[in-house]
């Protein structure tokens, strides 16, 4: 177990993915951009799973919700505006993965569901991280304290210390 931005992520379960709010299971406690020349390191996972990198970050976020999200609170989650994020939902929706509708109680909101094939691929995604860690010969307890060491960084860096 292992604490990144306040929440207790487990590295060793593969039944269940690393996805608490703040913990995403990628690689880290913040979901970011991963340098372009190292997307090939989930490449082969996330191929099997039929899914971009992008997609992949969005169904973290999806699957840590039990109840539908805005495309707003999506796109704050992993830092993208909504012109960049509403392509990748649609591509999400086109794979069965997720649909979009409107919220009854603020039309101006869509809200984000995954189906239950979005949900049961959950299962096919845990070891995504291990598979990532074990491609760099990381084992998983060098890859607690890096994503700890890296989230202090980060917290500082957005806190401005």
Aim: aromatic share 4%.
């Amino acid at each position: 177990m292992v604490e990144v931005g306040g929440k207790n992520v487990d590295l060793d379960s593969q039944a269940e993915p690393a996805c608490g709010q703040g913990s995403y299971g990628h690689a880290g406690g913040d979901l970011r951009p991963v340098p372009v020349g190292k997307l090939g390191s989930y490449g082969s996972a996330l191929a099997e799973l039929g899914l971009t990198y992008p997609q992949y970050l969005t169904m973290l976020v999806l699957w840590e919700s039990s109840e539908p999200l805005a495309v707003g609170d999506i796109g704050v989650r992993l830092h993208l505006d909504s012109g960049t994020l509403t392509p990748l939902l649609k591509r999400l929706e086109d794979l069965g993965l997720a649909t979009r509708a409107r919220d009854r109680a603020d039309e101006r909101r869509v809200l984000i569901s995954l189906t239950s094939r979005g949900r049961e691929m959950r299962m096919q995604a845990a070891n995504v991280p291990l598979r990532v860690f074990q491609r760099y010969g990381i084992d998983v307890e060098t890859a607690r304290g890096l994503i700890q060491d890296l989230t202090k960084i980060v917290d500082s860096l957005q806190r401005g210390a």
